[in-house]
């Protein structure tokens, strides 16, 4: 079945602009995290979401990142004011249910400001 | 503060060998622990996990070993295939749950036929 879908693929934004990433989980999985890899480091938490609300936001970095997740679905990470430490891969995942049950990465949205 | 740290950077094996990937940590805190591996432009895919009250899980050609007292785990991939090499991140967390993860900075794994 269709896996964890990530839009865009690649991002170029100039510093100072918003951006939107957009995340579709694996259909039925209530579970939902975003994750950012910088280059040279592992995938670092930001969100995680159970349903509808943010179950744990403690790993976003400042209140310029913002991510929200109406219906239970898809997600949206926002980020406003770019910064160019900002450019990264943004990974999200999703799970059946928020326990051991394992997460499934999408291919990421590589993101660059410039 | 790298609470999960992979000291080596790159690994080297030969196709049928055995090829062994360790993480060190520094949080007692941390109670279960993954490895993901990673294909270039691809999301981290799952593939093995241990809860800290074993110190041994298999999985076909995949087993983790973990070492409490010595905060350290290691992936053993025996025998090695070209299509092993990959990045292989470590992670870990707390209270048994896989949610919020902590990970290591990952190995590039390459596998020579």
């Known amino acids: 079945g269709a896996g964890v879908s990530q839009t865009p693929s690649n991002k170029v934004t100039e510093k100072g602009k918003y951006v939107e990433l957009r995340c579709d989980p694996i259909?039925?999985?209530?579970?939902l995290y975003w994750y950012r890899q910088s280059l040279g480091q592992g995938p670092e938490f930001l969100i995680y979401?159970?349903?509808?609300?943010?179950?744990?936001d403690s790993g976003l970095p400042n209140d310029r990142f913002f991510a929200v997740r109406p219906e239970g679905s898809v997600s949206t990470l926002k980020i406003q004011r770019t910064e160019r430490g900002d450019s990264a891969v943004y990974l999200c995942?999703?799970?059946?249910?928020?326990?051991?049950?394992?997460?499934?990465f999408g291919n990421g949205t590589r993101l660059t400001v410039t | 503060d790298q609470q999960v740290k992979q000291n080596s950077p790159s690994l080297s094996v030969q196709e049928g060998r055995i090829s062994i990937l360790n993480c060190d940590y520094t949080?007692?805190?941390?109670?279960?622990f993954l490895w993901y591996k990673k294909y270039p432009a691809e999301g981290p895919t799952f593939l093995i996990s241990?809860?800290?009250?074993?110190d041994k899980n298999e999985d076909g050609r995949f087993t983790v070993f973990l070492n409490k007292s010595a905060k350290h785990l290691s992936l053993h991939i025996v025998p090695s295939q070209p299509g092993d090499s990959a990045v292989y991140f470590c992670?870990?967390?707390?209270?048994?749950?896989?949610?919020?993860?902590?990970f290591g900075k990952g190995t590039l794994l390459t596998v020579n036929p």
């Open positions: 949080n007692s805190m941390f109670d279960y």
């Open positions: 995942a999703s799970s059946l249910q928020g326990d051991n049950s394992p997460l499934h």
């Open positions: 241990i809860s800290s009250i074993k």
């Open positions: 979401f159970q349903g509808t609300g943010a179950a744990d």
């Open positions: 992670a870990a967390s707390v209270g048994g749950s896989n949610y919020k993860l902590t």
């Open positions: 259909s039925g999985h209530t579970a």
